[in-house]
């Protein structure tokens, strides 16, 4: 049996690049009942970036979280999901291994690397708005990953540094402190796409580009409309290459079902039909779903009282890592 664990960031609405990238593969990775699940929302990590926030916002978004991965049809009585802020064993140990983490190291790490570069082009202090959440952004997701004794962990192409670093830090330990550590791997699935948004780049709230996963069907409607497509004359062969539309049509049907659309393409139906068409995909895919989403978010008892029986399954497993991770290390 493995450990199969990730975290998710409550730093903003979902959408359906989240959805199809992030929270959907996880779902059904968890429906194979060989290995254990851990899925939690990574609060902490929210509050690395220096933007402002509303008050509420981290808790609201993170609620909305637990409502997306219960409504979309994660298995509670089987899977682990809970709230990284809510076990302070990871923030415990997060110190620990930071003593075994070079300053070198983390100075390598993309998202600090990045912003680095970013204050550089624009002529401020190289470390203007950077914190030290930020820079042991590493530490803490290593934190995250090895009280858990993962053996999996599904994240993006982007995250693949962090599981690198993450190695690095265990293996450092156990060669210095006995073995501790399980030593995790990355799961990156290859087939996952990256879902554009409705102006071709990325769908990403960094971009305003993003299509809600939960939006009201009149909502979801309007933001299908709105993608940008060229003229193309009625009955005209329409190009799937670099289509947004036949991307997203991609993501949500199977080959057997892209038979039709491939034909649609062809025979150049015109825009504005293959954009109702893919509402109605998109909308049959998350209707129910939506449904259960809002009555769950209207019940914050029953998300609170998931996340409160998870917290001491949790805390346990991490203590007793975090203590042995102690004891190795204060009695060396
Ligand atoms: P955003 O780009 O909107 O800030 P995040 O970086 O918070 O989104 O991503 C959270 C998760 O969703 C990550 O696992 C990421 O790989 C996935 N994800 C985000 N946008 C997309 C996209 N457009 N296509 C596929 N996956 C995505
Ligand atoms: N850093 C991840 C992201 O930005 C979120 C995350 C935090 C995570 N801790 C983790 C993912 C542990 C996997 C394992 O998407």
Redesign the pocket.
């Known amino acids: 049996m493995k450990t199969v ?5 409550p730093t903003g609405e979902l959408h359906l690049g989240n959805y199809l990238g ?1 929270i959907k593969p996880a779902i059904e990775l968890s429906k194979d009942e060989e290995n254990q699940y851990a899925y ?1 929302i ?1 609060d902490i ?1 929210a509050l690395n970036n220096d933007v402002k926030r509303k008050e509420g916002a981290i808790n609201e978004l993170s609620l909305k979280i637990a409502a997306a991965f219960f409504a979309l049809g994660l298995d509670t009585d089987r899977c682990l999901f809970y709230k ?1 802020s809510d076990i302070p064993q990871i923030t415990e140990m997060s110190m620990y291994l930071m003593n075994e983490t070079s300053k070198g190291l983390l100075n390598r790490a993309h998202a600090y690397k990045a912003k680095v570069q970013d204050n550089i082009i624009n002529n401020n202090d190289p470390d203007n708005g950077i914190n030290m959440g930020l820079f042991n ?1 590493p530490v ?2 290593a934190a ?2 090895l009280i858990m004794d993962t053996d999996i ?1 599904p ?2 192409k ?2 693949l540094q ?1 599981i690198e670093i993450t190695r690095d830090i265990a293996q450092s330990i156990n060669n210095n402190y006995g073995e501790i550590f399980k030593m995790p791997e990355a799961r990156i699935e290859e087939k996952t796409m990256v879902l554009p948004g409705n102006d071709g780049r990325k769908m990403s709230k960094s971009y305003g580009n993003t299509i809600p996963i939960f939006s009201t069907e009149k909502e979801l409607y309007k933001n299908i409309m709105k993608i940008k497509t060229e003229s193309i004359a009625l009955g005209e062969p329409i190009p799937t290459q670099n289509s947004i539309i036949y991307t997203l049509f991609k993501a949500f049907l199977n080959n057997e079902e892209m038979k039709e659309i491939n034909k649609q393409f062809e025979a150049g139906v015109g825009y504005g039909n293959l954009k109702k068409n893919l509402f109605e995909v998109i909308n049959n895919e998350l209707k129910e779903k939506r449904n259960s989403y809002y009555e769950l978010l209207d019940d914050e008892t029953y998300i609170n009282d998931i996340l409160i029986k998870n917290q001491s399954v949790v805390r346990n497993i991490a203590q007793s890592k975090l203590d042995l991770l102690k004891y190795k290390m204060l009695n060396h």
């Open positions: 664990l990730t975290g998710i960031k992030a939690f990574a990590h990284q952004y803490l997701m995250d990953i962990v994240v993006g982007d995250q962090h």
